[in-house]
């Protein structure tokens, strides 16, 4: 995923291993790229998803169709002229790109009137293959984004984004305690519900045993008793744990220090990676913006007790004259990004962003083990008798 490597004249001057245990808050993060809130209604499988085809027709083509409009399948690729653009941008950037570019193409489609010459011509004909193109991958897009701005602009959707941001700023606990409450006894879908729960913990440092408890008992009666099984496997994966009685407030320390948190995030012309959550900048990619740019870890000493699990570092080291070493010294700033247990299309958003500006010229290629989101990711920890599909955020 993201930017490959150069043929056999590339070398990786850094390796990044993340255990997804060291940030487990971004996957429970509702995505709000294009290529992410994709990925979270619709699903992304191969690079591939699957949209209602209705949106896709003319009102003619729907009135010859009537009932019978099969889904769409939609490439999404960087080979895409249009994808390629607005995959990373945040969705309130990408209506009006769109509309921009329509005009464009548009004035480009007008230049074979006023061409008068045979060589004015020639070049208008000469960009004629690649407007079509552009203009087809346009229609292709803005139907997707009609299709995503459809449920963007849910109540359900937008009140369960607020309830997000302030759990993981944890703001008014209390109060979001009543609004999961009430979900809880809506029957909205459980998956969403434990992606706030989730979030809670994971800020919190654990949810207080009374209030844990409470949770327990509301989802088993409205859900069903077999969920005491989901709440042990999301317990032992570390999503959804008691608060000790003394708290470390390891989430709230990392929250501050790396600045995890921006308020007014400029989502159209973004000058920080936060804007891939509209406010939360994910963690793990801070950390590995720290890393590069810093040359090492030991500018995170300070932080590590607050990281899950150990850190460490390794160095080779060249003798001089080694052809390796020569071509170290002469290659480009080319850093490896391996997540193991998976990583989403914010995530990868984000380090695309940092890699364009990043001070050193770095050259970020992104691997993982899994493309993940918070639904995905919980899916394998609900039992199996009763899992909830992607979210409808409509109820």
């Not at 099969?70 to 960087?78: A, D, E, H, P």
Request: proline residues 4%; contains cysteine.
């Amino acid at each position: 995923v993201g930017s490959a490597l150069h043929q056999d004249e590339s070398v990786l001057r850094v390796l990044v291993l993340v255990d997804r245990r060291v940030d487990l808050m971004s996957p429970m993060c509702v995505q709000l790229t294009f290529e992410g809130l994709i990925d979270e209604f619709f699903g992304i499988k191969n690079n591939v998803s699957t949209f209602p085809g209705r949106e896709f027709l003319s009102e003619e083509e729907r009135a010859q169709a009537g009932t019978d409009i099969k889904s769409k399948q939609v490439l999404l690729t960087s080979k895409d002229s249009v994808f390629n653009v607005v995959r990373d941008y945040n969705f309130n950037a990408v209506p009006p790109f769109l509309g921009k570019r329509a005009k464009q193409i548009n004035a480009a489609y007008d230049e074979r009137k006023t061409a008068k010459s045979l060589d004015q011509l020639k070049t208008f004909v000469s960009k004629l293959p690649h407007m079509q193109a552009e203009k087809k991958s346009l229609e292709i897009f803005t139907a997707v984004a009609a299709l995503v701005k459809k449920k963007v602009d849910t109540k359900g959707f937008l009140k369960n984004l607020e309830v997000e941001q302030l759990l993981r700023e944890g703001q008014d606990v209390d109060k979001l305690n009543e609004e999961i409450e009430e979900m809880i006894y809506k029957k909205a879908p459980l998956v969403t519900i434990l992606r706030l729960l989730c979030i809670q913990s994971i800020s919190g440092d654990g949810i207080k045993p009374k209030l844990l408890e409470f949770y327990k008992k509301e989802i088993c009666n409205s859900y069903g008793f077999h969920h005491l099984v989901t709440f042990h496997r999301l317990q032992k994966a570390g999503l959804l744990v008691m608060q000790d009685k003394y708290p470390k407030k390891s989430f709230s320390i990392l929250r501050t220090t790396l600045n995890l948190c921006v308020d007014q995030v400029d989502e159209r012309d973004p000058n920080d990676i936060a804007y891939v959550h509209s406010g939360y900048a994910p963690l793990s990619v801070r950390l590995v913006n720290w890393i590069t740019q810093r040359s090492g870890l030991k500018y995170l000493a300070d932080m590590e007790k607050h990281l899950h699990g150990p850190t460490f570092q390794d160095f080779q080291q060249q003798p001089a004259g080694n052809q390796l070493q020569d071509r170290l010294e002469s290659s480009e700033n080319h850093t490896l990004v391996y997540y193991i247990g998976g990583c989403t299309f914010a995530e990868i958003s984000a380090l695309r962003f940092i890699a364009q500006r990043h001070p050193n010229n770095a050259t970020f290629t992104i691997a993982t083990t899994k493309l993940i989101n918070g639904t995905s990711l919980l899916e394998t920890l609900i039992e199996p008798s009763s899992r909830d599909t992607i979210p409808d955020f409509l109820n």
